[in-house]
């Protein structure tokens, strides 16, 4: 089976590639998603406790989201102890669902250069935008410049992953362009896949 790793700048639109993708039969594996799964764990939430306080986990979901992302996003140290706390359960995870799948993968990985996966794939794709264009996509999640800032500085200089990926696209333009990119490489992947067989 072809097996592709997707990472890129953060709001560069690497969600839209994976549901185009999909909607073209990859089966898509997102490496945050089972992370933030991992929170739900009780041993995961044991640990965290003994380092945040008793009862940090309780209320809704949604609000603990919130407070971790508070926790780690803004103190380095914290940082590195969910890193620590969370990485190689994630990672683990995500090898077995790649493992078991039987055609063409997607897996994303924000951090796939710096955890040291991208030989786990036939290829890389990097998700470009400029940082205006992102500003302006991630007000929906309510993050200004310096939350996009702040969390482009906790990963590899972009100049280094995109002369290490197979394929760099440009997200530039409108939605509907960007889905058209993204069918488009699509096409050329189910190709390499049908060549693997």
Not at 40 to 63: H, I, L, M, P, Y
Not at 102 to 113: D, K, M
Not at 164 to 172: M, Y
Request: net charge neutral.
């Amino acid at each position: 089976m072809l097996t592709i790793g997707l990472t890129g700048d953060v709001g560069a639109g690497k969600s839209t590639l994976c549901r185009v993708w999909s909607g073209m039969g990859a089966a898509v594996f997102d490496a945050d998603t089972i992370a933030r799964d991992l929170w739900k764990r009780q041993d995961v939430q044991r640990e965290a406790e003994q380092r945040w306080g008793s009862g940090f986990f309780k209320g809704e979901w949604k609000d603990v989201l919130a407070r971790i992302a508070a926790k780690i996003f803004t103190d380095d140290a914290e940082y590195t102890f969910a890193s620590q706390l969370l990485h190689g359960a994630t990672m683990k995870e995500l090898r077995r669902l790649i493992d078991a799948s039987t055609g063409w993968v997607v897996a994303e990985i924000p951090l796939l250069y710096e955890c040291g996966a991208a030989d786990w794939f036939d290829g890389v794709v990097f998700a470009a935008a400029s940082v205006e264009k992102r500003i302006e996509r991630n007000k929906k999640r309510s993050w200004d410049e310096n939350e996009v800032r702040r969390r482009d500085a906790k990963l590899m200089p972009r100049e280094d992953k995109i002369k290490r990926a197979d394929w760099v696209l440009e997200n530039s333009g409108t939605l509907a362009e960007w889905e058209q990119k993204a069918r488009s490489l699509g096409e050329m992947f189910l190709k390499m896949d049908s060549a693997k067989r």
